[in-house]
């Protein structure tokens, strides 16, 4: 949901933080790319230990999306393929537990719940899940990756990186969506890609305009007070 344009200085910020949330249906409008290029530019001024920036982007638009597209999701959908293929790195934790079991099931099942999927649709889920590999549509999508040789620091600065894309995007009227289910599928992406062996992938990202007329977009996900989560010492 997109609340009211920002007035103070200090609530442009607020507001490109505030109504940013992952996208799951975008317009077909294209996004010039003297825009990904500035909203990249920005993005890197995102802090890393010792100027390190260890973040490498392919921007793929047009054929170059679809192609890669067609090929993640032609694994994706054969299951002989598919159990052949597994992340390189663990995003999520071995053994859930709560608070964060609870929240990942709220989320899945707000999203499932809006798009009409029940608990043993288990085709649509499979298809909901792999509009991932199509970007949501979007016009423009990107890989993100990182040389093997760096280690946990890097990945935290590769977030601050990645949220400052996703911030920047907002503050000119575009929206993204973060994507880990790329990772999967890192082999395939590789050899689409032409990735050199001492890149890795970390995730792939969706950019463009949002498309509100999509029940998805209506989704709105909590978060916990700042009591819940911060204590302040004096």
């Known amino acids: 949901m997109k609340d009211r344009a920002p007035i103070g200085p200090h609530e442009v910020v607020d507001h490109a933080i505030r109504t940013r949330q992952s996208i799951r249906a975008f317009l077909p409008t294209p996004v010039p790319r003297a825009t990904v290029e500035e ?9 890393s230990g010792t100027n390190t920036q260890p973040w490498k982007v392919t921007v793929l638009m047009g054929a170059a999306r679809q192609r890669l597209s067609d090929a993640v999701r032609a694994a994706y959908d054969d299951p002989d393929q598919r159990r052949q293929h597994s992340e390189e790195y663990a995003y999520y934790p071995v053994k859930w537990v709560d608070p964060y079991l609870a929240r990942r099931r ?6 499932y719940g809006l798009l009409g999927i ?6 649509k889920m499979h298809d909901q899940h ?3 590999y199509a970007f949501f549509d979007a016009p423009v999508g990107m890989i993100f990756t990182i040389d ?10 590769y977030g601050m990186f990645l949220e400052n894309i996703m911030i920047a995007a907002r503050a000119r009227g575009l929206d993204t969506c973060p994507q880990a289910a790329f990772t999967q599928f890192h082999r395939v992406i590789r050899e689409v890609l032409a990735l ?5 992938v970390v995730c792939g990202m969706s950019l463009g305009y949002a498309d509100m007329s999509k029940v998805e977009n209506t ?3 909590e978060r916990e007070p700042v009591s ?6 004096e």
């Open 130 to 132: 792999g509009r991932n």
């Open 39 to 47: 909203i990249l530019a920005i993005a890197s001024r995102a802090p």
């Open 219 to 221: 989704l709105q996900t």
């Open 118 to 123: 029940g608990r043993e649709d288990k085709a």
């Open 106 to 111: 709220k989320l899945g099942w707000d999203l």
């Open 148 to 157: 093997r040789v760096m280690e946990q620091g890097s990945w935290l600065d």
């Open 228 to 233: 819940g989560f911060a204590r302040f010492m």
């Open 196 to 200: 050199p062996d001492e890149e890795m």
